[in-house]
């Protein structure tokens, strides 16, 4: 088995240093692999070779040395030592975009007797990190909860907010900037805040909160006045256009699953309209609002879907769950919806089916997808870098994780080949050869408590490129620990940094010029330091990297900060720049990389071009339509694709069943050929499969749109808790650029899913859906709420 930190980069996989690679001095190397994004059939083929510390490249070409690194480096390299004992947290945050403002909260916090101690400091730099200021003044020297960090409007206005503790004097102080944290006004808050502060993302002047009572607060004035605009409320999310969605509990206890109301407010309060009833959760992504309802029959629930703010609500039309079977919503955009459904039994497996553009058909896109049932984790991962590209992992039916990438947006999976020149080991046990792949490590690897410090890592303005632990080896061999790194995408991609994560001291960083191709090494201290994490501007266009630690004596937290603008010193112009042709197999374009339905020409800088893109750099993209092909459809509802194959067949259970389904209130009969065209793909002419759905002129009813149809008898309620899971698209406002640091690592906060008990009802001419993922609502204690509500898993 060989562990490897990979860059995926425009179709290349580029392993860096491990302690597991096999290279002739047994000393940390450096890997590369080499994939092209090309046609179907070749793109996952790859090549690899070893690299030396320093100048061996890909196929045992030579990396030219970078000449003045160390002088360039060493005089461009700041270090500043806090004065908080390691014991406590040290919160980060980047305020405003291109400022070079970093705010750092030092907290430490111990309970005495019946009483609270803390203390916390504030430091402010204006330049990237290099140097600090103690301005811990503007706050009073007031004890700030860590739980709440430091809240950072998205609109990069300057605006930061800072709660304070002085429940020993009466209460919680509300600390105001809007000048980049150089000053602060305070204002004591009317209650006790439950939660973060939640900036409007379009008006970064309201806020929402919940006190710990559950009544919803909400200012106009960037928090000087408060209002309580609604009571008993369970979770609260800012949707688009000022609107406010929140669930109530209505007299009864949060924890009243399947009770509660879904309600929406366009005024800020001042009158609310309840779009649903009978709820268990929901849930907010791209254009898309899903609610989980309970059904007429009291023992069911189903998801409803509405693209219209609730005002008409739809049933997706996904598999019915049997007992034990739970959804996840995975991710969702503009056009379509990611939807996990859990296998009857504890299998760890589900399936994938992807939605229509109104989020009501849904067709299967990939089986045996890995979901812990124990957590709340799967490896599916939205990469940014390249559009409609995800990675997840999937277990094998001989029980070998492995991982898939789809190219668009779920029509086909494949797997990760093994890089070609790869060596993988062997079973020395009984001289049998082990099996070979390259297995991407995510959230899965980190509930196999694996040593795997940072998730996959890719920036919409670094094309093509994504960083990633990974290994090489059989089905037992990823459980071993790795030699894992923290790594960092900078100036557009132009510049890859990485730091060994280990108990070791620590004392060098790697950076690459090149995607990767060649990496070099930068002693950035002769006093080396406890390695605890790597920041840098969100963004991924700033050319400065903190590094944060602590000393051999454990007394301070000391953070390192490196300016590689001095060594590229010379700003890139046309001629370092190169046309590339996205999922192609070479760059000259000779495959066809059509994907969704048109081929994209994108700029890129050349591998030996040794400069900087800059803040304003961005990507040029050419597209053209391409025509349509099968590739270019997702398999409809009640289809699948067999392996090896682009034709959608009809599922055997199916067959001979009329499909019907509710839209708008009335029932239409699906008549397919098969083949549903992807949302958001954009082919013209070729393959044009017949479609059609006819009104048959009944009516059908939402439960969520029809409350008095609805049983009330709440015996009849099944009262077993679920949870929805939503990764990585919602919470990102009010907690952007915040990092954490400690001087452990902290462990996750695992979910405990409650499997509800489900009776399969299947109609004679109708599949219909059945929803058991939700989370549990919070009760009134602080506590619960922090362990088992939605906001965790949207974290």
């Not at 020149?421 to 694996?450: E, F, G, V």
């Not at 900060?561 to 590339?580: H, Q, S």
Request: glycine content about 8%; proline content about 3%.
């Amino acid at each position: 088995m060989i562990w490897v930190f990979c860059v995926l980069s425009l179709g290349v996989i580029s392993p860096a240093v491990s302690r597991h690679a096999r290279n002739a001095d047994d000393s940390p190397g450096l890997k590369r692999f080499q994939r092209d994004f090309g046609a179907v059939e070749d793109r996952s083929v790859l090549e690899s070779s070893v690299l030396s510390k320093r100048s061996a490249g890909v196929n045992d070409q030579t990396c030219t040395p970078l000449l003045g690194v160390e002088a360039a480096l060493l005089n461009n390299t700041s270090t500043f030592m806090f004065k908080v004992r390691t014991a406590g947290s040290l919160s980060l945050a980047w305020v405003g975009d291109g400022t070079g403002v970093l705010l750092v909260l030092t907290t430490f916090y111990a309970p005495f007797l019946l009483m609270r101690f803390g203390q916390s400091n504030l430091y402010r730099s204006e330049d990237y990190g290099k140097t600090f200021r103690d301005v811990t003044h503007v706050i009073n020297h007031t004890f700030i909860q860590s739980e709440f960090g430091i809240s950072v409007s998205p609109d990069h206005s300057g605006k930061v907010l800072l709660t304070g503790d002085v429940s020993g004097f009466g209460g919680f102080r509300l600390f105001r900037s809007q000048d980049f944290g150089r000053s602060f006004v305070q204002s004591n808050l009317p209650f006790e805040p439950l939660i973060q502060m939640l900036f409007n993302p379009e008006d970064s002047n309201t806020l929402l909160t919940l006190s710990i009572r559950l009544d919803l607060w909400l200012s106009e004035d960037f928090g000087a006045t408060w209002r309580k605009i609604h009571d008993s409320v369970c979770l609260v999310r800012w949707g688009s256009k000022n609107t406010v969605y929140f669930t109530t509990s209505n007299n009864v206890s949060c924890s009243e699953k399947g009770m509660l109301e879904l309600k929406k407010t366009v005024n800020y309060g001042r009158s609310f309209q309840t779009i649903a009833t009978r709820v268990y959760s929901f849930a907010l992504g791209g254009k898309f609002v899903f609610a989980s309802i309970m059904t007429g029959t009291g023992t069911e629930r189903m998801i409803h879907v509405s693209v219209d703010g609730g005002e008409h609500w739809n049933v997706a039309q996904l598999p019915t769950a049997t007992n034990q079977q739970f959804y996840s919503f995975l991710a969702a955009n503009q056009d379509m919806i990611f939807m996990h459904v859990d296998d009857p039994g504890d299998t760890g497996i589900g399936t994938i089916y992807v939605s229509d553009d109104r989020g009501i058909v849904f067709s299967k896109s990939l089986e045996r997808h890995l979901y812990t049932t124990t957590g709340s984790d799967t490896d599916f991962t939205t990469i940014s870098s390249l559009r409609g590209v995800y990675l997840t992992s999937i277990l094998t039916k001989d029980g070998v994780v492995e991982t898939v990438i789809t190219y668009d947006q779920g029509a086909k999976w494949q797997t990760l080949r093994r890089p070609e020149n790869s060596q993988c080991d062997s079973d020395t046990s009984t001289n049998r050869p082990s099996t070979c792949w390259l297995h991407i490590h995510a959230s899965y690897s980190t509930t196999m408590k694996m040593n795997v410090p940072m998730l996959p890592l890719s920036q919409p303005n670094a094309v093509g490129l994504i960083l990633a632990h990974g290994s090489l080896g059989d089905a037992e061999s990823t459980l071993f620990p790795t030699c894992p790194h923290h790594y960092a995408i900078l100036d557009s991609g132009g510049l890859l940094v990485a730091v060994e994560h280990t108990s070791a001291l620590v004392n060098q960083i790697k950076f690459s010029t090149d995607e990767g191709q060649c990496w070099h090494t930068y002693n950035f201290t002769n006093d080396p330091l406890h390695f605890s994490g790597m920041d840098s501007e969100p963004g991924a266009r700033s050319m400065n990297v903190s590094l944060w630690g602590y000393r051999n004596d454990f007394s301070k937290w000391v953070v390192v900060t490196i300016d590689f603008k001095k060594l590229l010193t010379r700003d890139c112009d046309d001629g370092d720049y190169v046309e590339w042709l996205a999922h192609s197999a070479d760059r000259s374009g000779s495959s066809d990389g059509c994907v969704l339905g048109y081929k994209e020409t994108l700029q890129r800088l050349r591998k030996d071009s040794v400069c900087w893109n800059g803040r304003d750099f961005v990507v040029s993209r050419k597209p053209s339509p391409c025509l349509c092909t099968e590739v270019d459809y997702h398999c409809d509802f009640g289809f699948y694709r067999p392996d090896n194959s682009t034709e959608c067949v009809m599922q055997e259970e199916l067959k001979g069943r009329a499909l019907e389904f509710c839209l708008n209130e009335t029932t239409e009969q699906l008549q397919t050929s098969g083949y549903r065209k992807i949302p958001g793909n954009q082919c013209e002419g070729g393959f044009q499969p017949t479609r059609k759905e006819t009104d048959l002129g009944k009516m059908c009813a939402s439960d969520a749109l029809h409350p008095n149809f609805l049983q009330t008898d709440s015996s009849s309620l099944n009262t077993v808790a679920i949870a929805m899971v939503v990764i990585a698209i919602l919470l990102t406002s009010a907690l952007a650029g915040v990092w954490l640091v400690k001087k452990y690592v902290c462990g996750g906060r695992f979910l405990v899913h409650r499997y509800s008990v489900m009776r399969e009802n299947v109609e004679a001419n109708k599949i219909e859906g059945v929803d058991d993922v939700d989370t549990q609502y919070m009760e009134t204690a602080k506590t619960q709420f922090n362990e088992d509500s939605d906001q965790d898993l949207l974290d």
